[in-house]
T-cell receptor, first 112, second 109 residues
């Protein structure tokens, strides 16, 4: 049981490049989320999904896209990277709303 | 005003000390409350849920005060391994939880 996995662990992009951050969970959780964590800002919700085929925006969705074609996978796409997207990105999953969220190890992204 | 506020600290305490953190929230309709722990450069992990009646898990005690809209975390007999950032999390009826910015705890010998 691997829990929540994220790839890559580190990434450096140039402004304007696109990329996809991968997230997968093997706990059969319905709920999955993407957060970004910046110094002094805490964790902020980017997008979330309450099940396969269903996604919704969180607090800071601009510049990011998501899709949820399977229960296991929830990729986050950066369409045109900007320096303001330099951050640590965490994916999380939970059985349902409210109770414990399980976080992946994070992806450290730098946009030059 | 941020929805969930925490004193960033750091709280610098000796081993064996008792330390308490508070977290205030602005949405009176909030329904679920949690404390997470985050070690340096690691992912957050659930420490404990917070119930209206208060709850205890070993050296950790969490309490909720709905009237004053705050939750607290008390750590007794602090260990070096308790050094971490403690995140307060509040959620209402929707799925979207709100994280506080965290309180840093440093336990020294």
């Amino acid at each position: 049981n691997a829990g929540v996995t994220q790839t890559p662990k580190f990434q450096v992009l140039k402004t304007g490049q696109s990329m996809t951050l991968q997230c997968a969970q093997d706990m059969n959780h319905e709920y999955m989320s993407w957060y970004r964590q910046d110094p002094g800002m805490g964790l902020r919700l980017i997008h979330y999904s309450v099940g396969a085929g269903i996604t919704d925006q969180g607090e800071v969705p601009n510049g990011y896209n998501v899709s949820r074609s399977t229960t296991e996978d929830f990729p986050l796409r950066l369409l045109s990277a900007a320096p303001s997207q330099t951050s640590v990105y965490f994916c999380a999953s939970s059985y349902s709303a409210g109770p414990e969220q399980f976080f992946g190890p994070g992806t450290r992204l730098t946009v030059l | 005003r941020k929805e969930v506020e925490q004193d960033p600290g750091p709280f610098n305490v000796p081993e064996g000390a008792t330390v308490a953190f508070n977290c205030t929230y602005s949405n009176s309709a909030s329904q679920s409350f949690f404390w997470y722990r985050q070690d340096c450069r690691k992912e957050p992990k659930l420490l404990m849920s917070v119930y209206s009646s208060g709850n205890e898990d070993g050296r950790f005690t969490a309490q909720l005060n709905r009237a004053s809209q705050y939750i607290s975390l008390l750590i007794r007999d602090s260990k070096l391994s308790d050094s971490a950032t403690y995140l307060c999390v509040v959620s209402g009826g929707s799925y979207i939880p709100t994280f506080g910015r965290g309180t840093s705890l440093i336990v020294h010998p």
